[in-house]
């Protein structure tokens, strides 16, 4: 029996990326409304690549993938969903609590990261 | 090294990210510093990964936006971001031009930095600033916050565009 391959697509972490990009930008024009809804949209895209990694075997980039959606998700105005999953994380990843840690303060310090 | 750039060639430099806001704000402020198209920007490059100059000289040619869109966006972003907007534009000429790196992805909120270059993944941080008299400060604050976070190579740009000049570092 043929094993399936799991490959992670480029077009889907494009599209996140910039997701990403067009929720910075309204952030940046004060656009909240229009923040909020590329930052969901970057966030379940985070989560779908966040199980590809995980079945490519790339577990660290899973992670990174967990933690980004929960910071789309804390921008986005969905600070609770964000916080659990952020507390999720800790337990499941206890070697990196400090990592998690310094998303989470980040996100609490400066949740549009408008400060550069 | 002297070279003549396109803004409008961003986007085929790192094709994985959004440039058309970008351009235009460097448009705006680049045209701001009361020089004529194409604009001279002076950027050192210090141990920039497989690159062997110490400064890139960029000839930096704008496109023909309408000055209706410039003016429109003018009224939408704040000075302060079109001048920070500006300066990803010019971290990815140099970025490109100075050893051929590209900018795959934004980088995770906590990590200091902005964006992640080329498959190693190594951070990048950008700040632009409109008066020559803050370079060194917003330089030596996230000098000092990436070293605090980081052992592995960041990149580091920081640029001004009162001169027009900057600085594009690697540090690893």
Redesign the interface.
């Known amino acids: 029996m043929a094993t399936a391959q799991t490959t992670v697509s480029d077009m889907l972490i494009t599209v996140k990326s910039r997701e990403i990009q067009r929720g910075q930008l309204a952030e940046m024009r004060a656009d909240f409304s229009s923040a909020s809804r590329h930052l969901l949209a970057a966030a379940h895209l985070e989560l779908v690549l966040a199980d590809d990694y995980l079945q490519a075997g790339h577990n660290d980039l899973a992670l990174r993938s967990r933690l980004s959606a929960a910071s789309c998700f804390w921008r986005a105005g969905r600070v609770d969903h964000a916080r659990q999953m952020l507390e999720n994380l800790v337990q499941e990843h206890p070697n990196q609590t400090a990592t998690i840690q310094q998303v989470r303060a980040d996100l609490e310090s400066n949740p549009t990261n408008l400060a550069s | 090294m002297k070279i003549a750039v396109q803004l409008a060639d961003l986007p085929a430099m790192h094709?994985?990210?959004?440039w058309h806001?970008i351009i235009a704000a460097a448009a705006i402020v680049l045209g701001e510093a009361g020089t004529a198209a194409p604009y001279s920007f002076d950027l050192t490059t210090q141990n920039v990964p497989a690159f062997e100059q110490n400064n890139l000289i960029l000839s930096i040619a704008p496109p023909d936006f309408p000055n209706t869109y410039l003016e429109r966006l003018k009224r939408?972003?704040?000075p302060s971001?079109l001048v920070?907007?500006a300066a990803i534009a010019v971290a990815g000429l140099g970025l490109y031009h100075g050893g051929g790196h590209e900018i795959?992805?934004?980088a995770?909120?906590?990590?200091s930095a902005?964006y992640l270059v080329d498959e190693a993944g190594h951070l990048l941080e950008?700040?632009?600033r409109s008066r020559r008299s803050d370079f060194r400060v917003a330089w030596d604050q996230r000098q000092q916050r990436l070293r605090e976070?980081h052992s592995d190579g960041y990149y580091l740009c920081v640029v001004e565009f009162e001169t027009p000049a900057g600085r594009l570092s690697f540090f690893h």
Do not use: H
């Open positions: 094709p994985r990210l959004l806001e939408t972003y704040e971001r920070e907007l795959l992805d934004i995770l909120r906590g990590s902005d950008i700040a632009g976070r």
